[in-house]
């Protein structure tokens, strides 16, 4: 009985230690520490944890900024789960991450299940009306060119003005 005893406050220690970590990850999720969260939400991952609200917080801050890769990937180990409780939210995120990835069909089919879900969703009557969406770029793509001028710099400016940049339209 004694080993019986030390075993269970072995793993009562350490499962009020992972709780720690789980709260110590969400306060920096709902701090809008994004960056902070998503390591230590990935380190609960490698320490086994598969839980729903850990996959919705990991794609939300990655999504949030712009992480769109591993935001694709763990909103589809969102998906992967048995009876997760999906809000449509989430649907329409993957749908995007998926589309700035360059999965175009496989975004489309997420769009498809978010105007399912929310039908009088702006944003899935915006898909429904313009589901031909990459026809109508490439049809407006090529109309006009940005040229930079002697105040741009090599590198990445910041809030360029638009008078920085010379407009030239095609006929």
Known sequence: TRYIFCGLAVMAIMANAQDKKIKKA?????????????????????????????YK?????????????????????????????????????????????GNYNESDEWMQKFKVAKASDQRALVFNQNQNYLEQIEVRSGRYQLKNIGLNSKVSDFAPSFYEKELVFST
Do not use: C, H, M
């Open 57 to 101: 917080n990991l794609g939300n801050a990655n999504y949030l900024n712009a992480n769109y890769e591993e935001a694709s990937s763990w909103y589809g180990k969102l998906f992967a789960l048995n009876k997760a409780d999906i809000d449509p939210e989430y649907i329409y995120r993957y749908a995007q991450t998926l589309k700035s990835l």
């Open 26 to 54: 969400d306060s920096k999720f709902t701090s809008y520490a994004y960056a902070s969260a998503i390591r230590s939400y990935e380190e609960l991952v490698k320490d086994g944890y598969a839980e729903e609200e850990i």
